[in-house]
Structures are given as C-alpha cells and as structure tokens.
C-alpha cells in the first residue's frame, strides 16, 4: 500500500495545473467520491494494525499534497504568456460616448446664469392656451399669434405643444414670490417646415428676474456678463428695439461676431452682428395676469434658441444635423465635457 501511495505522491508533485479544465480532472480524479484517495482510505480499513500508523500518515500528506493543487487553483502560465508586454499592440477601442450638441450648450448656458444667482424652473411641453398665450397677452384673435404656429391638440384645441419657454416665465410666476430669479431650459414646437434653418422640434431658455425696482439697464447688463462668459472676455452686445406682447419695452440683442471672412458675412447678412436672442421689460399685463402687482414690482425677461447657439458656436450649417443621430456627427463632441 505504501507503494501505491508514493506512486500517486509523484503523480500529484509532477502535475501542472495548466487549465481550469485540468484542475478539474485532477479534483475528479483524486478527491472526488469515486476518487483515489476515497478509494485508499476505504483500503486502510484494511491495514494491519502495527502499519496503521506508517500508512496512515502517508495517505493524510498524500491528501494534502492533492487538496494543496486545487486550493492553490491558478493555471500556471506558459512560457508565452510570462514574455514582458508588447507594447507596440493596438490598444482596444474605449469608444465613449457623448454629450448631444444641444445638451452642452444647454448645460453651459445655464451654469452662467446659475453663477448669477438664476434658478432653474420647468414647465410642460403640452400647455394650455392661458400660459402659452393669454397670460402672455396674447388676446384671442390677436394677430401676434400668428407670428408662431401651433400644434394645437386636436381634441381639445385649448391645449397645445409650447411655442415657448416663455410659458415657463407665467407658471413661476404663479407659484412663486418675488424675488424671483429663474432660468427655464427646455423643448418647444412650431408648425413650421423643416428646412436647414428652422425645425418643428427646438430648444429655447428663457430668462427672468422680477424683483421691486429691476431697470432695464441691469437687465442690459446681465446679458452682457451672459455674452461675454459664454462668447468670450472681448464681446460686444447691441440692443435694437423690437416687439413682443409680453414685454414693453422689448428689444432684440446682437453679438458683435466680426466681418473678417465669407462666412462671417453670409452669417451677420454682411452687418457684422449676429442676433441671439429678444428681451425686454415684462409687461405688467403680464405680471397682473400672474398674479404680481405691477405698482411694486417689475421684472425682466429674455429668450434664447439653442440650436442657433449651438450652430453658431460649432458652425453647423443645418438644424436638421442635431435630429439626424449621424454618429459621424456627434462623435465630432466625443472631446468635449
Ligand atoms: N418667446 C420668444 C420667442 O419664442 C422669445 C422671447 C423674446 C422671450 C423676448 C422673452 C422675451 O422672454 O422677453 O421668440
């Protein structure tokens, strides 16, 4: 017997776990319940007793030696394997995704006004005709509501897709006291065509601040310290008079951009300024429909498109690309935060 054990010593001290699978095979092979090892412990039954000692401790190292191998478990590596590292070879692909265009102008914009003190608010993308319209003075026939065209739903035609975030400005308004500082980032829809300068499905942020004495002189400022973060320390903004029902005054605002190339003039229509967004003064109509007396405060309010940004920013020609999901083109912003 004590030869059959330094038989199977040898075995187990020249086995080379090369595999999972051949350490699997061992483990049947010896400690298994069918296994060499269940089998000479059933034999020692046997042994006469003056040997039952010799014999004994033999097969308990022997049980070791075998329960050592699957314990230790690691395939020992081949020659190939343990060669340093090629370090020429080509890494594998990380392919990381990225931030939608849209969603970095987005997020920037809005950490600028944060910076300032704004809040962000939110409101429905399906509104009713009161926050997307009335309250926004709007009256019923009123042909300023020809200037956007609406979905409107066709069961029920008082309710539509928003036009604007300017519905936004209303429902904070509503729900909250002055002082009210709040930014209103999100999705608007127009019955328009879609062509390479204007979508059905847009994003806008709107701006407003209603507070006692707000001027239009620190609404004036405010946007400048708004173009100069995000366009650069050397922008110039220009104001120019323009209409809208929910502010008086209102005004539309210009980044000066340059006439350097042909781009710069196709783009500015050979002016130099490129306009960013409309403003003004919130109309007290509006602040009473809110509910807000307009004898104690005033506020202003400003709204902005960012596919326009966006485009102005990355020179994208065409809305329509930000709709397409071509990873040629959002895997342009893989570098970018
Ligand atoms: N709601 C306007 C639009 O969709 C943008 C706008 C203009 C918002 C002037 C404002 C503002 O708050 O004061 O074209």
Redesign the pocket.
């Known amino acids: 017997m004590l030869e059959t054990i330094e038989r199977h010593r040898i075995a187990i001290e020249a086995f080379e776990a090369t595999s999972e699978e051949a350490i699997e095979k061992f483990r049947i092979e010896y400690l298994s319940r069918k296994g060499v090892l269940h089998e000479l412990f059933a034999q020692f039954k046997g042994v006469p007793g003056n040997e039952k000692r010799e014999v004994g401790q033999a097969l308990n190292r022997l049980k070791q030696a075998a329960e050592s191998v699957i314990v230790g478990k690691k395939p020992t590596t081949t020659a190939a394997e343990t060669a340093p590292e090629d370090t020429t070879r080509p890494g594998h692909d990380a392919n990381p995704g990225s931030h939608h265009p849209i969603s970095l102008v987005r997020n920037e914009i809005v950490s600028i006004f944060k910076r300032m003190g704004f809040a962000v608010a939110q409101g429905p993308e399906m509104e009713d005709d009161w926050h997307n319209f009335s309250a926004l003075n709007f009256p019923p026939e009123h042909p300023a509501r020809d200037m956007?065209d609406t979905f409107f739903l066709a069961r029920s035609p008082d309710w539509a897709l928003r036009?604007?975030?300017?519905s936004v400005?209303v429902r904070s308004m509503e729900t909250q006291e002055p002082p009210i500082r709040v930014i209103a980032p999100g999705r608007?829809f127009r019955n328009e065509a879609i062509s390479a300068r204007s979508h059905c499905i847009f994003h806008?942020i709107?701006?407003?601040y209603v507070d006692k004495d707000v001027s239009f002189a620190e609404m004036k400022q405010t946007l400048l310290s708004f173009a100069t973060a995000f366009f650069g320390d050397e922008t110039k903004i220009r104001l120019r008079p323009s209409y809208?029902p929910?502010?008086e005054p209102?005004a539309e605002v210009d980044i000066w951009w340059g006439l350097e190339n042909e781009d710069d003039h196709r783009m500015t229509k050979g002016t130099g300024w490129l306009e960013i967004?409309?403003?003004?003064m919130v109309d007290p109509a509006v602040l009473s429909a809110s509910g807000i007396d307009p004898k104690v405060y005033s506020g202003?309010?400003?709204?902005?498109g960012i596919e326009r940004v966006a485009m102005q920013r990355y020179q994208i020609p065409d809305i329509r690309a930000f709709h397409e999901n071509d990873l040629r083109f959002l895997k342009q912003f893989t570098s970018v935060i």
């Open positions: 956007q036009t604007h975030t300017s400005q608007v806008q709107e701006g407003l809208f929910f502010t209102s967004m409309g403003c003004g202003y309010a400003f709204g902005m």
